[in-house]
C-alpha cells in the first residue's frame, strides 16, 4: 500500500495568515485529494488534486481560500489562507493507486489550530 | 438528508462482546462500501471493503451490505480494548476514480 506523509503534522496560527500543507507519497498514484475533518464531523471532500492542472473543487470550497498545486504524481500541497478560527480542522491528504476504490489511503492528517 | 447517516455514539462496550456499527445512506449509485478505523490523532486506515451487496468476512471483522435497503453494518466479533477507535463507514459510486462520501463516524470504547 502507498505510504503518505504529511507536513507539517500540527500548527498554531494567527487568524489571518496562511499555513501550506505538503503530502508527499513513497509511489506514484493516480488520483490525490484533500479532505477536512473538523471536530465531531466526517470528512469533507476539498478538491481533487490534478496533475499539471487546476484543481478540481467541491461545492463551498474556492480556489481563493484553499489554493491547490500537484506538480507531479507523488506531491500535492494545500494552502489555507487568510485563516479564521473556523478553519481549525484536521487537514488530511488521500491518494488512490490504481483507480480501483479500494485502494484509496489516508494520510495522517495536519491539525490546525488557528487563534 | 445527508447522503450518508452514521450514528456518531460514543459507544462503550465490554471486552469481549459483539458490535454492530451501522450506516443508511440515500443515493442507489453507491456500488463500492468501505469502514475505516481511525485511531485519535491518526488518519483512517482502511479496514473492510464490499462490492455491491453481501457479507464479508475478515478475522474477527464482518461487513454487511443491503442495497435493497440502503443499509450497511460492521460487525466486531470478541471486540478487544484495540479495537477502541472511531469507524468511519464510507462509499462511491461505480466509478473507480470517484471521491469517498464519508459518515460522520461512530466512537467505540471497549473496556477492558
Known amino acids: 500500500s502507498a505510504v503518505i506523509s504529511q507536513k507539517p503534522s500540527r500548527d498554531i496560527c494567527q487568524r489571518g495568515t496562511s499555513l501550506t500543507i505538503q503530502c508527499q507519497v513513497d509511489s506514484q498514484v493516480t488520483m490525490m485529494f484533500w479532505y477536512r475533518q473538523q471536530p465531531g464531523q466526517s470528512l469533507t471532500l476539498i478538491a481533487t488534486?490534478?496533475?499539471?492542472?487546476?484543481?478540481?473543487?467541491e461545492s463551498g470550497f474556492v480556489i481563493d481560500k484553499f489554493p491547490i498545486s500537484r506538480p507531479n504524481l507523488t506531491f500535492s500541497t494545500l494552502t489555507v489562507s487568510n485563516l479564521s478560527p473556523e478553519d481549525s480542522s484536521i487537514y488530511l491528504c488521500?491518494?488512490?493507486?490504481?483507480?480501483?476504490?479500494?485502494?484509496?489511503?489516508f494520510g495522517p492528517g495536519t491539525r490546525l489550530t488557528v487563534l | 438528508q445527508k447522503e450518508v447517516e452514521q450514528d456518531p455514539g460514543p459507544l462503550s462496550v465490554p471486552e469481549g462482546a459483539i458490535v454492530s456499527l451501522n450506516c443508511t445512506y440515500s443515493?442507489?449509485?453507491?456500488?463500492?462500501f468501505m469502514w475505516y478505523r481511525q485511531y485519535s490523532r491518526k488518519g483512517p486506515e482502511l479496514l473492510m471493503y464490499?462490492?455491491?451487496?453481501g457479507n464479508k468476512e475478515d478475522g474477527r471483522f464482518t461487513a454487511q451490505v443491503d442495497k435493497s435497503s440502503k443499509y450497511i453494518s460492521l460487525f466486531i466479533r470478541d471486540s478487544q480494548p484495540s479495537d477502541s477507535a472511531t469507524y468511519l463507514c464510507a462509499m462511491t459510486d461505480n466509478s473507480g476514480n470517484t471521491p469517498l462520501v464519508f459518515g460522520k463516524g461512530t466512537r467505540l470504547s471497549v473496556i477492558a
Open positions: 464490499t462490492y455491491s451487496s
Open positions: 488534486a490534478n496533475q499539471g492542472s487546476e484543481a478540481t473543487y
Open positions: 488521500s491518494v488512490v493507486q490504481d483507480r480501483v476504490a479500494d485502494t484509496q489511503y
Open positions: 443515493n442507489s449509485a453507491f456500488q463500492y
